[in-house]
Every structure is written in structure tokens, then in C-alpha cells.
């Protein structure tokens, strides 16, 4: 018996070695939620940061003029979102809002360090860390609009999350018609999933982030609507939204430091906490 | 021993940063070739199928911790990839470069199912819904990839 499996295993044995590391990848890939895992992997990225940071330092220019206007293109973007959503909201609600103080969009510049693009796994490793106040949550933006979320921070770097990355859910809204929904990454385009196909949604519709989102601010652009699909029930569709942003040609980003709601952070609404 | 692994990681180690910071620019909408997976599949075609897929195995999991992506991945689509790479090797490394079109399989057939692996790896979901997508994002990165790997007989080589 043991001499028929020797010879099994003779035979086939680069199918048992194969069959043997697949298992053990698919292992590996489940466990990555672990807080175990996830430390090993906010040590392991900010040490390799530090080789990208200095190979991309060598073949970057110095573009700090191009940098601050786009910040400044960035903030305008913000506060534009916010007074076309107030010029849909009606006076009951302007009524309301002038209870609440105004807020002012604190922006810091950041570097990409480093890119990991891939069809649904969009990553970027970011020069702020911990050293300059970031901490996880806090969005990521450009003067066009999102690009995603701080996921790790370690002394000197953050681990973004960008929004082409499957793993992001986002709370968005279409304001012109108040449509709420989770957005996410289909690996093509970004997908807000089970809107009832009675709502009011066209092509062209603003996407923005929501207000019920406890990561994001509300009103960071996201995308526009550029088609609606029912799913076989018909009761259901499926949104596509096409990012404002091409995320894997984002050169400089900022980070909002936009602070949770320590209130509505208690309730465990937010989607990140899984 | 130093030839055959200590070296090569090494080289993995430079490699990584090159993919993470260079070739994001070269890439085409979104499509760019792997230079890890170049040299990976390389490494197979040179020292055969078992030994280039615990390479490849490591190698992903280097590739999955650096660049920050989903640990598992990488690993899974590095070693199904020299896998596939393995079925090509031959004893004397030439006799493959010799032969473009073998050469130009064993790179398209690895790079297909790496790419299909890692995309479809990183998803949240189980339900794909457009795997036609999937397919052709595969086949440009594959064909970015063959270009650049074409790179190697622009490598002066010693001829006996």
C-alpha cells in the first residue's frame, strides 16, 4: 500500500506540490481580516515604502507649484458639491442646516508612493503617516474627486484603499433625486447594487458621497450615472457609475482630515468595521 | 544554493519597487505588464517546474506583503502561473529562447492565467458579472507583457 502511494506520488508529484501551495494561498487569502494578518501587512508595506519612496523620489520632479494649485482646485470642488447640494435641498432643510456650524475641508497633499494596479485590487501607499495626524477612515481625494480611504497608517505611510478596489463599499447618493445606495467596485465600474428600478435615476445623475456614510463627508464627488440595469426579477437594479476620477493615473491626492461622528461611530453603522 | 535562490529573490526584491513605482508609467488604460511575473516565468523556463513554482509561491507572497494587495492572491496566481510556465522548460534554457513561438506561448499561456487569478482573486463577491471583462483585461496585460518580456533577446548572450 505505502509502495503504490510512493509511486503515485512519484509520478504526479508536481501536481501534489501545486495542489498543496494553492491550498495553502486559499488559506492564506481567507485569513487576511485577521487583526494578525492585517498587522503583519501595515509593518511589512511601510518598511517596503521606504525603497519605493526613495526609487520614485529619483525619478519624480519637484512639482510643489503644480501640487498646491490642485489642492486649491481640490477645495473648490468640495465647497461647489456642498452649494449645488444646498441649491437642491428644500427651505425646510436650509433651515435646519443653518443650526449646524459650517465646516471648513482641512486638505494635506500627499505623495504616491507606490501603485499596486490590478483589475480589482486598487492599492496605494501614500507618504503620511501617523507623523502628520493621519489616521484609518480618513477620505482620499483629488481636485476631481474621490479616489478612496486610509485602510492602514503606520509612522511615516498610509495604506489607501482606492475606490477601484472591490473591497471598498461606499455610502453614496444621487442628490437631484435623494436615491441612497452602497456603491463598490465590480472590477469594471463602479456599481451601486439593489436601487428599486422605480427610482429616479437618468444618465448623467451626480453620485456623491452620503450623508449616512460614517467614513466620508457627504457630497465628495464620486461619478457619474451611465446606465441602469434590472436585474431578472425587475424589481431591482443595478447602477453604473462612471468614476470622475481614473484613479491609476492620479499623480498628487490629498487627504481630508474629516473627523467621525463619535455618535453615529458608537451605533456601528460604519461599513468598514466588518 | 546562491545561484539558484538567494540571487533570484534578491532580484525579486529590486524588481517589486520597479513594478509598484515604474511601470505604473507605462501602463495603457489601466494595463501594464509585470516585470515579477516576467521573471518569474523566466526562472521556470530555466530551472523546471517544481523548483520554479516554490519560487513562484514565495515570490507571490513577497509581491502580496510589498504591494500591499490581498495576501493569498498573489501567491496563488504567481504559482498557477509558473505552473503552466513549467510545462515549457527545457534543460538548456537556449533551446527555448531559440524557439520565438515556444518562447511567446510559454509566456501568453502563464500570463493569462496569472492575470485571470489575480483579478478575479481580488474580488469581494463570488457573483462575477461580466467575466468577458475579466477575459480581455487578461489577454491586453498578457500581450503588454510578451512585448516587454520580448525585451530579453535585446540581452546580449554568449554564444558557444
Known amino acids: 500500500m505505502g509502495m503504490l502511494f510512493r509511486k503515485i506520488f512519484e509520478k504526479s508529484k508536481e501536481y501534489v506540490l501545486l495542489f498543496v501551495l494553492l491550498i495553502i494561498s486559499l488559506i492564506v487569502l481567507t485569513q487576511n481580516s485577521k487583526p494578525e494578518v492585517k498587522n503583519i501587512r501595515k509593518y511589512a508595506f511601510a518598511s517596503f515604502a521606504i525603497w519605493a519612496e526613495l526609487l520614485n523620489s529619483t525619478i519624480s520632479s519637484d512639482n510643489s507649484v503644480q501640487s498646491d494649485l490642485q489642492q486649491e482646485n481640490a477645495k473648490l470642488v468640495l465647497e461647489m458639491n456642498k452649494l449645488r447640494e444646498h441649491a437642491l435641498e428644500n427651505n425646510e432643510l436650509k433651515a435646519l442646516l443653518k443650526f449646524k456650524e459650517e465646516s471648513e475641508f482641512e486638505l494635506v497633499p500627499a505623495q504616491i508612493v507606490s501603485k499596486n494596479i490590478a483589475k480589482t485590487q486598487g492599492v496605494y501607499i501614500i507618504n503620511l503617516g501617523l507623523e502628520d495626524n493621519i489616521c484609518k477612515s480618513m477620505p482620499v481625494l483629488n481636485e476631481i474627486g474621490l479616489i478612496g480611504v486610509i485602510t492602514e497608517v503606520s509612522q511615516n505611510y498610509s495604506l489607501v484603499q482606492t475606490i477601484n478596489s472591490s473591497l471598498l463599499k461606499i455610502s453614496a447618493s444621487i442628490p437631484r433625486s435623494n436615491v441612497q445606495g452602497v456603491i463598490t467596485w465590480n472590477g469594471n465600474d463602479l456599481v451601486i447594487q439593489n436601487v428599486p428600478t422605480t427610482a429616479d435615476i437618468n444618465k448623467g445623475d451626480r453620485v456623491v458621497t452620503s450623508v449616512l456614510s460614517t467614513i466620508f463627508p457627504p457630497s465628495i464627488p464620486i461619478g457619474l450615472v451611465v446606465d441602469k440595469r434590472p436585474n431578472i426579477s425587475g424589481l431591482l437594479s443595478e447602477v453604473l457609475v462612471k468614476p470622475f476620477v481614473d484613479v491609476y493615473s492620479a499623480k498628487n491626492v490629498f487627504v481630508l482630515f474629516a473627523t467621525k461622528s463619535t455618535q453615529i461611530d458608537s451605533l456601528e453603522l460604519n461599513l468598514m468595521r466588518r | ?160
Open chain 2, 1 to 160: 544554493m546562491i545561484q539558484k535562490i538567494v540571487i533570484p529573490i534578491l532580484l525579486v526584491f529590486v524588481l517589486i519597487p520597479i513594478q509598484l513605482v515604474i511601470m505604473p508609467l507605462v501602463s495603457i488604460s489601466n494595463i501594464l505588464p509585470n516585470v515579477v511575473l516576467i521573471y518569474t516565468i523566466i526562472y521556470t523556463l530555466r530551472n523546471g517546474q517544481i523548483t520554479g513554482t516554490i519560487f513562484a509561491f514565495f515570490v507571490g507572497l513577497i509581491f502580496d506583503i510589498a504591494s500591499a494587495g490581498l495576501i493569498g492572491s498573489g501567491m496563488f496566481s504567481f504559482t498557477a502561473a509558473a505552473f503552466a510556465a513549467g510545462y515549457f522548460h527545457k534543460d538548456d534554457f537556449d533551446e527555448v529562447l531559440m524557439n520565438i513561438k515556444v518562447f511567446m506561448v510559454a509566456f501568453f499561456t502563464s500570463s493569462m492565467v496569472f492575470f485571470l487569478f489575480y483579478s478575479l482573486l481580488g474580488m469581494d463577491s463570488i457573483v462575477i458579472s461580466d467575466q468577458f471583462s475579466f477575459l480581455t483585461f487578461a489577454l491586453f496585460s498578457s500581450v503588454y507583457n510578451i512585448i516587454v518580456a520580448l525585451s530579453i533577446y535585446l540581452i546580449p548572450r554568449n554564444r558557444q
